[in-house]
Each structure stands twice: as C-alpha cells, then as structure tokens.
C-alpha cells in the first residue's frame, strides 16, 4: 500500500535523490544551490508544497505543488512536479500520488487542479484516464530580449500542453 504524507527536514537525502532522477530523466540541469533552494521552500510551510510517497517505507516518489487564485475560478492547484521511481512504476504509486494532492486541494478551497507534460511522456497513458486534455492549448513562456536595445521581447513556444500530465 502507498503512504503518502508531507516531506518532512528529515527526507532531504531520499527527496534529492528523486528530484535529480527526475531531472536526468527530463534531461534538466540544476545546480546544488537549486536544489537547496527548492528544498527550503518546500518545508518552510509558505506557497509550495511537497509530498512523498512510500512503497514499504521506502520514499519511492515526489510531487511538488502550490496553489493559487483564478481569475474566472475558485482557487486552482498547480501540480508542478511528479515522480516515480522507475523500478516501482505502475504499481498505483503516481494514481496514489495524483488523488492525494486533488483530495488535497478540495479541502484547502481549491478545487481545480491542473499539470502539464511533454507530449511524449511516458505518463501520458495515466494522465489521459485521470485528467482531461486541452488538445489545441499550447504553453508560452516570456523571453526577454538581450540586445543593446534592452525591452524587445517575444514568446517561444514551449510545446507542451496544460491538462495532459506532469512535468
């Protein structure tokens, strides 16, 4: 059966294992002072959140989320890290991990929740039963220019889709 409760100062070894996984697995880069800086802002009891999720006592996966208010909605969840272990996958532990955090923020007040992913995740098979997918929604994110001329800006499309997983 899977435990699921609050990352605590004592799982910062087990956490940051899985978060660097995570990491090689998305072929990201991250410094050491990312992580202790993510590390801190999980447990300091302020905007994000953190979880993990146990198979025998052994800290087998990771989710990272905040809430926030809507403009059109009550409040919403933004599901910004899932994680599993490879060697316990499809064993309930992300569906576990997924009902825990919407069950979560029902009961905060905040009853949407929501995630994106690379349209080729793995995940994907899970997150089309559980979620919904907003098929057409592409994710920008504001580049800044760094020409002479400083304020230039454009969009890049990211390509992922909000709806269909978590990164």
Not at 10 to 25: H, M, N, V
Not at 30 to 40: F, Q
Not at 57 to 79: R, T
Not at 143 to 148: I, T
Request: aromatic letters at 12%; glycine letters at 12%; proline letters at 1%.
């Amino acid at each position: 059966m899977v435990e699921i409760d609050f990352i605590t100062e004592s799982d910062r070894a087990e956490w940051e294992a899985l978060a660097r996984g995570k990491d090689t697995y998305f072929d990201v880069e991250r410094t050491d002072a990312d992580y202790e800086r993510t590390w801190r802002r999980l447990i300091d009891g302020g905007q994000v959140h953190g979880i993990a999720a146990r198979l025998d006592g052994e800290m087998v996966g990771i989710a990272h989320y905040l809430f926030h208010a809507s403009v059109w909605y009550s409040g919403k969840c933004y599901l910004a890290d899932l994680y599993v272990d490879e060697k316990v996958r499809r064993r309930g532990v992300a569906t576990a991990v997924l009902d825990w955090v919407a069950r979560e923020a029902r009961d905060r007040g905040f009853p949407g929740l929501y995630w994106n992913t690379l349209e080729d995740a793995p995940a994907r098979a899970l997150y089309d039963k559980v979620g919904r997918f907003h098929d057409g929604l592409i994710y920008y994110s504001y580049r800044r220019s760094l020409s002479a001329g400083g304020g230039a800006a454009s969009g890049t499309a990211a390509g992922s889709t909000v709806g269909g997983g978590a990164s």
